[in-house]
């Protein structure tokens, strides 16, 4: 059995914060990630990042992994990292954490605390034929195309106009892939205006009030019907072919909290957060006073307020333990407090905080 002091579940944004401020206190770490690579979907983003001065706006998401890397890489004394490594389970009765590396080597450990940073998983829609090649989420099309080198396909239909779709649709035309249009089920595109702008002036057909009734194809995608649909979603008018061998669905993210559940942690379901989420205090702390969890694990956002979020439960984690000066901690930790405060304060913040508001406590009393 091995011990830890602090066990970081998730090498993204998140995790890779909450281990940094950890060990800089002089937490013994252990992070492990279930990808081949730290970094969660940060290796994947090569576009510029919004948000605030402190959380990089400006520099690529690739360039943000490198950066916390390099940080990571000056602490390596008081953290041991293990990519290909997967946390399978957490044993309420012993508080042990079972873990798989590749698909042979097993292990055990028993952390004094754990930071959740388990990211979030991609949604997909129910339609016939969506189970043949060449329907994939975005997320899986920008894997293919920024962290392997492979192109998806040659003429894609994205479906969904939030931030990921318009993105994920700009980088394939990049790479020289055709659009055949964006369906969007609603009135308007959800996505910033800057992305929508940069992939209509490219003639991409941004289709508001539709959505995808069935995949075409035998043995694989050959293309999609599409239909448009009232305000209450109901079909109206004729389906419409679209030619395309790719299908790409980016219709939302939730978050992957299936290790909280196990664990025992009070859990709420809040639309605004996409999901179901931990209660959590304001230092993220969990109903479990071993248990933090921070970044889209604790309900999607972005990965400034996931670096931040890292931070405080790492800072907090630590504190906990013992760690660090107590005046200089909640000093620090009230600056991250009001860094995340700012990072919600414009429109898309407003729906962020009434989530928020559903699942924060004022504290647990321990
Ligand atoms: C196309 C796209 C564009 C985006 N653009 C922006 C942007 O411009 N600005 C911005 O701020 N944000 C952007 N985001 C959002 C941002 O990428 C995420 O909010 C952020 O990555 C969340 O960080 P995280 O650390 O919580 O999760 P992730 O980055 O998802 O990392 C989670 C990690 O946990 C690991 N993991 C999960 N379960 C386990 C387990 N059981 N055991 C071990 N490891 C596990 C995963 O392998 C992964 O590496 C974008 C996202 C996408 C998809």
Request: hydrophobic share 40%.
């Amino acid at each position: 059995m091995r011990h830890t002091e602090v066990l970081v579940i998730g090498g993204g944004p998140a995790g890779l914060s909450a281990t940094l401020e950890a060990a800089s206190l002089g937490c013994g770490v252990t992070l492990v990630d279930g990808d081949l690579a730290l970094g969660g979907q940060l290796i994947k983003q090569t576009h510029k990042f919004f948000g605030s001065k402190e959380e990089r706006a400006g520099t690529r998401g690739f360039k943000i992994s490198e950066i916390l890397l390099e940080e990571l890489e000056n602490l390596k004394g008081r953290i041991k990292v293990h990519t290909n490594c997967t946390a399978t389970g957490i044993y309420k009765e012993d508080g042990v954490v079972s873990c798989v590396i590749g698909e042979e080597k097993y292990f055990r450990i028993k952390p004094e605390r754990i930071v959740m940073a388990t990211g979030a998983q991609e949604r997909l829609l129910p339609f016939p034929n969506n189970h043949l090649p060449g329907v994939y989420g975005a997320g899986a099309v920008q894997t293919l195309m920024n962290v392997y080198g492979v192109l998806p396909g040659k003429r894609v239909l994205m479906v969904g106009a939030g931030n990921i779709g318009l993105i994920v649709s700009y980088q394939m035309i990049q790479a020289g892939v055709e659009i055949a249009g964006i369906v969007e089920a609603m009135d308007k595109v959800g996505g910033y205006w800057v992305h929508a702008a940069k992939v209509r002036r490219l003639g991409v057909p941004i289709f508001l009030r539709h959505t995808i009734k069935e995949a075409l194809g035998n043995r694989t995608v050959t293309g999609a019907l599409i239909q448009e649909i009232d305000d209450r979603f109901q079909p109206v008018g004729e389906k419409k072919r679209v030619d395309a061998d790719i299908i790409c669905m980016a219709v939302g993210l939730t978050p992957t909290c299936e290790l909280l559940w196990q664990a025992g942690c009070e859990m709420v379901y809040v639309p605004q957060l996409c999901g179901h989420v931990a209660l959590r205090d304001s230092f993220m702390r969990t109903s479990l006073p071993d248990i933090w969890v921070a970044g889209d694990a604790a309900g999607i956002e972005e990965a400034t307020a996931a670096m931040v979020e890292g931070r405080i439960a790492g800072l907090d984690a630590a504190r906990s333990l013992g760690k660090g000066d107590k005046a200089d901690l909640e000093k620090r930790l009230e600056e991250l407090g009001r860094r995340l405060g700012d990072l919600r304060g414009g429109e898309v913040g407003q729906k962020i905080c009434q989530g928020l508001a559903c699942c924060s406590v004022q504290g647990w009393g321990v």
